[in-house]
């Protein structure tokens, strides 16, 4: 079977002739080219660079595969940001199903230099001054943009050249994007203030990736030391030198966040962690919580005047008492809560099944007891919490009971007196709530 290459087509002149070249060069290769194409559905032209694409495509004897995107970006989203997105998704999927497993793009210095002069405008660090990588993997996929050190002369050249049709897409001339603006309006007067512009700022990009990739492996090395699961430690990350505290600092947080956290974020928690006991901060859709000095990350809660708690006296009792059967593995949401449990099948510290068929869950409202070890005192819920170490964020969730028998409590499991004994069937409840910092398992 021969090898599958895909280029990503838009039907533009830098993609026209990549995929041009690739289809030329793949021949004397032995290889097979896929021309890729994501119809965007946001211009009236559309439907006319996809046809040319396609003709493209038979006439330099590749394949033509295309995927048009039916969504389209929310009220007030950046339309840039959600058609690049959704475009690379696309890109993705269409590379799999043809079975390509290398895909080239046909960013050139040009744009290289305008992207790290974006970021740069937007006050962005090494990773955003990065740029972009000439190299990636993604998704399953090897993503290569061959061309990323040739000047965009070179490609207007080859275009001309080969004579080759392509579109021009008339948002490009719209004012109300940054690129658009910075290409309309700032690179003429830069280049002819500084005509070796695009080499330099390109050349600074590249710089800018190896001072990424060395901030990236000594976040790595010291979070390896500085983390309890996914929390962080913040004491011994106090103990590191300022540069390197905010480098480790803005790892944990992406790491946590699932993508990159405002640099006021990072200042704050800098200036705020060393003398805080217990505290909270608001994340890019998450919530950074301090406890027992582990600095832990939760879903950030939605506003519900129902969930409003106080933290010394658990959840309100406004809350609903409702009736569950967790007696099946698996997720069992539980809407009014605003979270659920999750059920696995366990060989010890679960309980049987047919007890877990007619719970109820009911908000704390004072006075509980709860036993940890079969032959243990019963202790009020806050000195079990304060012994185990559970923090206020995790002690938040509905309390089961099983008929008058308090069952379960959310950080600290199933009651001892109630567990079923070893190697009986048995299943483990665990509650997920929109908090909570991830630091530990409920005992059992």
Known sequence: MLPRVAVAASGGRDSTALLHCTARAASALGAEVVALHVHHGLQAEADDWLELVRRQARRWGAEFACQRLLGKPVRGASVEAWARTERYRALAELAHATGCGLVLLAHHRRDQAETWLLQALRGAGAPGLAAMPARAEREGLTWVRPWLDQPRDAIEAYVRRHRLRHAEDPSNA???????????????ALTAAFPDAEAALAAAAAQAQDAAALAAQLATQDLARLGEGPALRVEPWLALPAARRRNALRAWLARAAGRGCPETLVERLEAELPGAQAARWPGPGIELRLYRGLLGAASAPTSNAAYVKDTATGPSPDLPAITLDLSRPGRHPVPAWRGHFEVRTVTQGGAAPALLRALEARPRTGGERFRLAPRATPRSLKKQFQAQGVAAADREGPLLYAGARLLYVPG?????????????PQLELRWVGGGGTGQRQPPG
């Open 174 to 188: 719209d004012p109300r994007y940054a690129r658009n603006r910075l290409r309309l309006q700032v690179w003429p």
């Open 412 to 424: 600290l499991g199933i009651e001892a007196t109630l567990q079923a004994p070893a190697d009986t």
